[in-house]
């Protein structure tokens, strides 16, 4: 079957482009984010194993990478060859909560 392109928004490319290139393994480093730095985006997996996917988790509004960490051994028992990216949301002012500063992919006015 042919295969389709798919477009990737500017912010994801940035996001990722660490992990293109990135050898396996157990590493934690700092991505490219929005308005704010926050923390280092974690990439887990077994360095033992040689990846052959990519599992991207983000997190919810104001968590973090560390918040949603332990699920990782978990998913990775059913998925061993997998490399695990936990990337953590830039803090920015979110509209829907005052403007109160947070982690957050995007802002949110309402719902």
Known sequence: PAMRSRRVSSY????LLPFMSARRGVSAFAAPSGPQSAA???????????????????????DSAEG???IVPLMAKAVPHARFVLPTAPIRPITMNG???????????GF
């Open 68 to 70: 949603i960490r332990g």
């Open 99 to 109: 403007g109160f500063p947070m982690t957050g992919w995007d802002d949110i006015v």
């Open 40 to 62: 280092p985006v974690l990439r887990l997996g077994r360095s033992d194993v040689p990846a052959t996917a990519s599992v991207l988790l983000l997190h919810g509004l104001g």
């Open 12 to 15: 994801a490319f940035r996001l």
